[in-house]
């Protein structure tokens, strides 16, 4: 399999847009989250992906189809670490699950950007905390750190990569 993550461009933003609606049905799941009158979930950060410094959005292609997104901030919520990043929305079509899209994408992305990483889960989605536990210990050989943000609702990990 061809795995590969490429960046979204401002052209691309209509089909950006459908990603995260499949991406959103998929995660209410966990977020319990509704679509609204007109029949979206929504997404209130789509225009900061190319407004704000330290927004990177990608897709994720599988033999040169769209297989999901992956969306980088340089920042942390939860922590202070050095040189931040965290991934804030990660998504991979069912179609492409448990074939190692996920796993590769991932590890291509901490590759394009070192320093400390943030990787935070919802308590109530364990397939995301089983997920990330092995990509992150395979990426990192267990040199990792995990915290919980129980005011969020979220638990999670971090690591630094920029060595």
Not at 10 to 36: A, G, P, R, T
Request: net charge negative; proline share 3%; charged share 25%.
């Amino acid at each position: 399999m061809d795995i590969s993550v490429e960046p979204i461009l401002y052209e691309q933003k209509s089909v950006f847009v459908q990603m995260l609606e499949l991406y959103q049905y998929d995660f209410s799941e966990f977020s319990n989250d509704d679509i609204n009158e007109y029949g979206y979930f929504g997404y209130e950060h789509i225009d900061d992906y190319w407004n704000e410094e330290g927004r990177y959005p990608f897709f994720i292609r599988c033999n040169g189809k769209l297989a999901g997104l992956v969306l980088v901030r340089s920042c942390c919520e939860h922590n202070i670490l050095p040189n931040p990043y965290n991934i804030a929305e990660f998504f991979v079509m069912k179609k492409y699950r448990h074939k190692g899209v996920g796993r590769a994408a991932a590890m291509r992305i901490f590759d394009m950007f070192r320093g400390g990483w943030e990787i935070s889960q919802w308590t109530n989605n364990l397939p995301a905390q089983r997920f990330w536990e092995k990509v992150i210990t395979e990426y990192t050989d267990g040199r990792y750190h995990t915290f919980l943000a129980a005011e969020a609702g979220e638990r999670g990990f971090t690591f630094d990569n920029s060595l």
